[in-house]
Protein backbone atom coordinates (compact mmCIF):
# COMPACT_ATOMS: atom_id res chain seq x y z
CA UNK A 1 0.00 0.00 0.00
CA UNK A 2 1.57 3.24 -1.34
CA UNK A 3 1.30 6.61 0.80
CA UNK A 4 -1.08 9.28 -0.62
CA UNK A 5 1.14 11.93 -1.92
CA UNK A 6 -0.36 15.63 -1.57
CA UNK A 7 -1.79 16.55 -4.59
CA UNK A 8 -0.24 20.39 -4.32
CA UNK A 9 3.38 18.75 -4.10
CA UNK A 10 2.63 16.34 -7.27
CA UNK A 11 0.53 19.28 -9.01
CA UNK A 12 3.61 21.70 -8.85
CA UNK A 13 6.42 19.00 -10.25
CA UNK A 14 4.16 18.57 -13.09
CA UNK A 15 3.89 22.26 -13.65
CA UNK A 16 7.72 22.63 -13.64
CA UNK A 17 7.66 19.68 -15.92
CA UNK A 18 5.85 21.18 -17.92
CA UNK A 19 7.69 24.45 -18.50
CA UNK A 20 10.96 22.34 -18.71
CA UNK A 21 9.37 20.27 -21.53
CA UNK A 22 8.35 22.98 -23.48
CA UNK A 23 11.66 25.37 -23.26
CA UNK A 24 13.05 21.50 -24.92
CA UNK A 25 10.67 21.96 -27.62
CA UNK A 26 9.21 18.89 -26.77
CA UNK A 27 5.42 20.12 -26.67
CA UNK A 28 4.31 21.95 -29.30
CA UNK A 29 0.91 23.45 -29.80
CA UNK A 30 -1.09 22.04 -27.34
CA UNK A 31 0.54 18.75 -27.90
CA UNK A 32 1.66 16.13 -24.51
CA UNK A 33 -0.10 15.22 -21.32
CA UNK A 34 1.12 14.73 -17.61
CA UNK A 35 0.47 12.98 -15.50
CA UNK A 36 1.73 12.01 -11.25
CA UNK A 37 0.11 9.09 -9.40
CA UNK A 38 -1.61 10.66 -6.08
CA UNK A 39 -1.77 6.83 -4.10
CA UNK A 40 -2.79 3.31 -5.18
CA UNK A 41 -5.66 4.26 -6.86
CA UNK A 42 -5.83 7.94 -8.04
CA UNK A 43 -3.65 10.05 -10.54
CA UNK A 44 -3.53 13.80 -11.19
CA UNK A 45 -3.36 14.08 -15.13
CA UNK A 46 -3.43 17.37 -17.24
CA UNK A 47 -6.49 18.28 -18.90
CA UNK A 48 -7.70 18.16 -22.75
CA UNK A 49 -6.34 20.85 -24.65
CA UNK A 50 -4.11 23.01 -22.30
CA UNK A 51 -0.70 24.71 -23.35
CA UNK A 52 1.46 22.11 -21.33
CA UNK A 53 3.97 25.00 -21.16
CA UNK A 54 1.39 27.22 -19.45
CA UNK A 55 -0.23 24.86 -16.71
CA UNK A 56 -1.38 26.49 -13.88
CA UNK A 57 -2.90 24.10 -10.46
CA UNK A 58 -6.26 24.36 -12.80
CA UNK A 59 -5.27 22.35 -15.61
CA UNK A 60 -4.87 19.22 -13.52
CA UNK A 61 -7.36 16.98 -12.10
CA UNK A 62 -7.39 14.06 -10.21
CA UNK A 63 -8.85 10.82 -11.73
CA UNK A 64 -9.41 6.98 -11.19
CA UNK A 65 -7.24 4.57 -12.70
CA UNK A 66 -10.03 3.53 -14.97
CA UNK A 67 -9.50 7.43 -16.27
CA UNK A 68 -12.81 8.76 -14.30
CA UNK A 69 -12.30 12.51 -13.35
CA UNK A 70 -12.88 12.44 -9.44
CA UNK A 71 -15.10 15.57 -8.43
CA UNK A 72 -13.92 17.62 -11.06
CA UNK A 73 -15.97 19.28 -14.12
CA UNK A 74 -12.34 19.38 -16.56
CA UNK A 75 -12.00 17.22 -19.24
CA UNK A 76 -8.91 14.72 -18.52
CA UNK A 77 -6.33 14.47 -21.29
CA UNK A 78 -7.67 12.85 -24.55
CA UNK A 79 -5.07 10.17 -23.87
CA UNK A 80 -5.79 9.12 -19.79
CA UNK A 81 -6.41 5.76 -20.50
CA UNK A 82 -2.68 5.19 -21.74
CA UNK A 83 -2.14 6.87 -18.27
CA UNK A 84 -3.93 5.04 -16.25
CA UNK A 85 -3.15 2.02 -17.74
CA UNK A 86 0.70 2.17 -17.19
CA UNK A 87 0.06 2.61 -13.54
CA UNK A 88 -2.65 -0.15 -13.53
CA UNK A 89 0.02 -2.22 -14.80
CA UNK A 90 3.10 -1.18 -12.68
CA UNK A 91 2.54 0.00 -9.18
CA UNK A 92 6.15 0.95 -9.09
CA UNK A 93 5.31 3.35 -11.66
CA UNK A 94 4.74 7.06 -10.08
CA UNK A 95 4.55 9.61 -13.42
CA UNK A 96 3.83 9.17 -16.79
CA UNK A 97 5.20 11.98 -18.96
CA UNK A 98 3.78 12.16 -22.62
CA UNK A 99 5.76 14.49 -25.34
CA UNK A 100 5.32 15.49 -28.94
CA UNK A 101 9.00 15.99 -30.15
CA UNK A 102 10.40 16.29 -33.88
CA UNK A 103 12.84 13.32 -33.01
CA UNK A 104 10.36 10.67 -31.32
CA UNK A 105 7.61 11.56 -34.27
CA UNK A 106 10.07 11.17 -37.12
CA UNK A 107 11.89 8.19 -36.01
CA UNK A 108 8.99 6.33 -34.70
CA UNK A 109 8.00 7.05 -38.56
CA UNK A 110 11.10 5.35 -40.16
CA UNK A 111 11.06 2.65 -37.59
CA UNK A 112 8.88 -0.02 -39.27
CA UNK A 113 9.07 -2.88 -36.69
CA UNK A 114 7.08 -3.01 -33.48
CA UNK A 115 10.35 -2.55 -31.66
CA UNK A 116 13.15 0.11 -31.78
CA UNK A 117 16.29 -1.23 -31.03
CA UNK A 118 19.56 0.93 -29.71
CA UNK A 119 23.31 -0.25 -28.89
CA UNK A 120 26.43 1.47 -28.46
CA UNK A 121 25.37 4.53 -26.79
CA UNK A 122 26.49 5.62 -23.57
CA UNK A 123 23.38 7.44 -22.54
CA UNK A 124 21.76 4.64 -22.50
CA UNK A 125 22.58 4.87 -18.70
CA UNK A 126 20.21 7.45 -18.37
CA UNK A 127 17.54 4.45 -18.48
CA UNK A 128 17.07 3.09 -14.99
CA UNK A 129 18.91 -0.67 -15.05
CA UNK A 130 21.88 -0.30 -17.54
CA UNK A 131 25.13 -0.16 -16.34
CA UNK A 132 27.18 -0.47 -19.87
CA UNK A 133 26.58 1.71 -23.46
CA UNK A 134 27.31 -2.85 -24.86
CA UNK A 135 23.47 -3.10 -23.71
CA UNK A 136 21.02 -3.55 -26.46
CA UNK A 137 17.79 -1.72 -25.30
CA UNK A 138 14.29 -2.41 -27.24
CA UNK A 139 11.85 0.28 -26.91
CA UNK A 140 7.76 -0.85 -28.38
CA UNK A 141 6.75 1.08 -30.69
CA UNK A 142 2.68 1.06 -31.72
CA UNK A 143 0.70 2.04 -34.62
CA UNK A 144 -1.03 5.56 -33.70
CA UNK A 145 -5.13 5.65 -33.34
CA UNK A 146 -7.47 8.02 -31.98
CA UNK A 147 -9.29 4.98 -30.26
CA UNK A 148 -7.18 5.18 -26.79
CA UNK A 149 -9.16 1.87 -25.39
CA UNK A 150 -7.92 0.04 -28.26
CA UNK A 151 -4.40 1.14 -27.93
CA UNK A 152 -4.47 0.57 -24.12
CA UNK A 153 -5.57 -3.12 -24.62
CA UNK A 154 -2.46 -3.24 -27.23
CA UNK A 155 -0.23 -1.49 -24.53
CA UNK A 156 -1.64 -4.53 -21.70
CA UNK A 157 -1.12 -7.11 -24.63
CA UNK A 158 2.28 -6.10 -25.31
CA UNK A 159 3.24 -5.76 -21.36
CA UNK A 160 1.66 -9.56 -20.90
CA UNK A 161 4.62 -10.66 -22.84
CA UNK A 162 7.52 -9.04 -21.02
CA UNK A 163 6.41 -5.49 -18.93
CA UNK A 164 7.73 -2.52 -20.56
CA UNK A 165 10.63 -0.63 -18.72
CA UNK A 166 10.73 3.10 -19.28
CA UNK A 167 8.77 4.09 -22.23
CA UNK A 168 7.36 3.42 -25.28
CA UNK A 169 6.46 5.25 -28.92
CA UNK A 170 3.63 5.71 -31.36
CA UNK A 171 4.38 5.62 -34.61
CA UNK A 172 4.30 9.68 -36.00
CA UNK A 173 2.74 10.96 -32.28
CA UNK A 174 5.33 10.69 -29.58
CA UNK A 175 6.94 9.44 -26.75
CA UNK A 176 5.72 7.97 -23.59
CA UNK A 177 7.95 8.36 -20.56
CA UNK A 178 7.76 7.09 -17.31
CA UNK A 179 9.47 6.24 -13.67
CA UNK A 180 8.91 6.34 -10.36
CA UNK A 181 8.23 9.55 -9.61
CA UNK A 182 8.62 13.03 -11.64
CA UNK A 183 12.05 13.12 -11.23
CA UNK A 184 12.88 10.23 -12.46
CA UNK A 185 10.72 10.33 -15.62
CA UNK A 186 12.22 13.44 -16.61
CA UNK A 187 15.70 11.11 -16.55
CA UNK A 188 14.08 9.18 -19.02
CA UNK A 189 12.43 11.33 -20.87
CA UNK A 190 15.78 13.57 -21.36
CA UNK A 191 17.62 10.54 -22.08
CA UNK A 192 15.39 8.57 -24.63
CA UNK A 193 14.99 11.98 -26.23
CA UNK A 194 18.60 12.21 -26.78
CA UNK A 195 19.01 8.51 -27.87
CA UNK A 196 16.55 9.16 -30.29
CA UNK A 197 18.14 12.51 -31.56
CA UNK A 198 21.42 10.44 -32.10
CA UNK A 199 19.73 7.67 -33.76
CA UNK A 200 18.07 9.74 -36.51
CA UNK A 201 21.04 11.58 -36.90
CA UNK A 202 22.83 7.94 -37.42
CA UNK A 203 20.51 6.56 -39.96
CA UNK A 204 20.60 10.25 -42.27
CA UNK A 205 24.60 9.77 -42.14
CA UNK A 206 24.80 5.59 -42.67
CA UNK A 207 21.29 4.97 -43.93
C1 LIG B 1 -1.99 19.07 -30.57
S1 LIG B 1 -2.69 17.59 -31.07
C2 LIG B 1 -2.20 16.46 -29.80
C3 LIG B 1 -3.32 15.65 -29.23
O1 LIG B 1 -4.06 15.05 -30.26
C4 LIG B 1 -2.80 14.59 -28.29
O2 LIG B 1 -1.98 13.68 -28.96
C5 LIG B 1 -2.05 15.17 -27.14
O3 LIG B 1 -0.94 14.80 -26.85
C6 LIG B 1 -2.71 16.19 -26.28
O4 LIG B 1 -4.03 15.84 -25.99
P1 LIG B 1 -4.70 16.35 -24.63
O5 LIG B 1 -6.14 15.94 -24.75
O6 LIG B 1 -4.49 17.85 -24.59
O7 LIG B 1 -3.96 15.68 -23.53
ZN1 LIG C 1 -0.23 13.04 -27.90
Known sequence: MRTA???AIVSSALIEA???IDAQGWCPA?????SARLSDDQALVTASGRHKGRLTDEDLLTVDLDGQPLESKLKPSAETLLHTRLYQ???AIGAVLHTHSVAS??????????WLTLCGYEMQKSLSGNQSHEATIQLAVFDNTQDMQALAEQLALRWQQAPLNWGFLVRG??????????NEARRHLEGLEFLFACELEMRRLRP
Open 173 to 182: HGLYAWGHDV
Open 89 to 91: LNS
Open 105 to 114: TVLSRLERDD
Open 30 to 34: TGGNF
Open 5 to 7: IPS
Open 18 to 20: GRW
